[in-house]
């Protein structure tokens, strides 16, 4: 099992993104994911995640500008990040237990980071 994170880039402070995660291999079902996020010198933090029956929560920082969804068809979360600031910039991981068919467990997995720039 694999999560395969894309969608970072760079942006002007305003703009918008939209950052996937991606799971493959085989197992039974993607549980709760998360998104989170990594700045130069500090600690990584939660900015959103989504229970697997959809309940939503996010950082105050994301709050009204984020939103995490997920697509069970196509074994994907997605982050949309509108309003996006400076201070967004950061290298952003995805999160997710996943339920593997050989034993019913809930196993935790990452994604490989990728770049989120936002400057002017």
């Known amino acids: 099992v694999q999560l395969q994170a894309c969608g970072g880039g760079s942006v002007q402070p305003g703009g918008s993104l939209r950052l996937s995660c991606e799971a493959s291999g085989s197992f039974f079902s993607i549980e709760a994911t998360g998104w989170y996020r990594q700045a130069p010198g500090k600690q990584r933090e939660l900015v959103a995640s989504?229970?697997?029956?959809?309940?939503?929560n996010y950082a105050d920082s994301a709050k009204g500008r984020f939103t995490i969804s997920r697509d069970n068809y196509k074994n994907t979360v997605y982050l949309q990040m509108n309003s996006l600031k400076p201070e967004d910039t950061a290298v952003y991981y995805c999160?997710?237990?996943?339920?593997?068919?050989?034993?019913?467990?809930?196993?935790?997995?990452w994604g490989q980071g990728t770049q989120v720039t936002v400057s002017s």
């Open positions: 989504i229970t697997g029956d959809g309940s939503t």
């Open positions: 999160n997710a237990n996943i339920k593997h068919l050989s034993d019913g467990v809930d196993y935790n997995y």
